[in-house]
């Protein structure tokens, strides 16, 4: 069974002979599309999750999780900060056995204040040493890479820069979107801070505001604008651009443009699974992170957001570059915990919301 926390029916409450009849049940929807047999008996294994991720993408993998183990999986929905914030709160009352979060900042801020466990050897060897923890407190699922979007009719080729650095030169004054206000660009500049330390991240942020960078409050409005002209370019996460593509056409005149490998502008944006510290159900906790390092779910994700996949082996949607992104795992993710507050101060000091 999966179900909301407060007590609304996520999916259905019978699984696979649990209740009258016997009666066998297979999932349907885009649940089946990661299992598509029979679902099992109730194991009495229970866990409770605190998703940042959005109900529409994870949904249905717990239900696929829960019909194939017969766990009863139990579901908060929020943003990934508001969550971090409300298990800091609980403490060890909180009912959550797993965070699920979209961005790294809420998970070092959770990791700082002691509030994360340790995930079991054999799920962390899922992935690479660069895509989880080095003591084990959390793991990566799919990642978003930063990328420059551009509009193709008003950027010609030779206009794009090799370095966000570069946005900052009078060339591009007025010309450049930035999402200021959204968890990933959070989170980026909350990389580029520990990378370049506060005073070159903040001096680049005004910079691009006295070069008129303009203001937008997500990643897709961004590449909707750009797509559209409004803007020449913006900078926002990969995936965006290709499902506007997709859904547009021809009419939507924008293309993704990869700044160098090592620029803080190519960094790979993990999304992270953790076990809280005070989990009384930590063997179902593993098994659902597992379960999201499977082969099945792995290429649900890439296919429906495509986004990387991170687990050892499994291969992203054929229409995604190579990646060769600064990954997050060659920074400091571990000592990130409560920086995302000092990058909102930043932030708001900059005057780029009044862009």
């Known amino acids: 069974m999966v179900r909301r926390i407060l007590g609304a029916v996520l999916a259905s409450a019978c699984i696979a002979g649990a209740c009258s ?17 029979e679902c099992a008996l109730s194991s009495g294994r229970q866990v409770t999750v605190y998703s940042g991720r959005t109900e529409n993408l994870i ?28 298990l800091s ?47 084990g407190t959390w793991i990566g699922f799919s990642g978003r890479k930063r990328v420059l979007v551009h509009n193709i009719d008003s950027v010609p080729p030779a206009e794009l820069p090799e370095s966000v650095f570069d946005l900052a030169d009078d060339r591009y004054r007025g010309r450049v979107a930035i999402p200021a206000t959204n968890g990933s660009f959070i989170d980026w500049f909350t990389v580029f801070r520990d990378l370049h330390g506060n005073g070159v991240a903040a001096q680049w942020l005004d910079d691009m505001v006295a070069n008129d960078a303009r203001y937008y409050p997500n990643n897709r409005s961004i590449v909707e604008a750009a797509g559209r002209g409004e803007i ?112 909102i101060a930043i932030i708001e000091a900059s005057g780029i919301l009044n862009q």
């Open 21 to 37: 009849g016997g009666e066998t049940r297979t999932l349907d929807g885009t649940a089946a599309e990661i299992y598509a047999g």
């Open 59 to 86: 949904g249905p993998t717990l239900e696929a999780f829960a019909c194939e183990t017969g766990a009863d999986v139990a579901v908060r929905w929020g943003s990934s900060t508001d969550l971090a914030l409300l």
């Open 89 to 135: 709160e609980e403490g060890d009352r909180t009912a959550a056995d797993v965070f699920l979060s979209r961005s790294p900042g809420p998970v070092g801020f959770l990791e700082s204040a002691g509030l994360l466990g340790v995930i079991d050897d054999d799920v962390l060897g899922l992935v690479g040493a660069q895509s989880r923890s080095r003591t």
């Open 232 to 343: 020449d370019m913006g900078l926002v996460n990969h995936y965006y651009q290709y499902q506007e593509a997709a859904a547009a056409g021809d009419r939507h005149r924008a293309a993704n443009h990869d700044l160098a490998d090592d620029d803080i502008g190519s960094l790979l944006i993990i999304t992270a699974a953790t076990i809280t510290a005070g989990s009384e159900n930590r063997q179902a906790a593993n098994e659902l992170i597992a379960y999201l390092l499977a082969e099945p779910v792995q290429r649900y994700f890439s296919r429906r957001t495509l986004e990387y996949p991170l687990a050892a082996g499994v291969e992203p949607a054929d229409i995604l570059p190579p990646l060769n992104a600064l990954e997050i795992g060659t920074v400091d993710f571990d000592a990130l915990g409560g920086g995302f507050e000092q990058t």
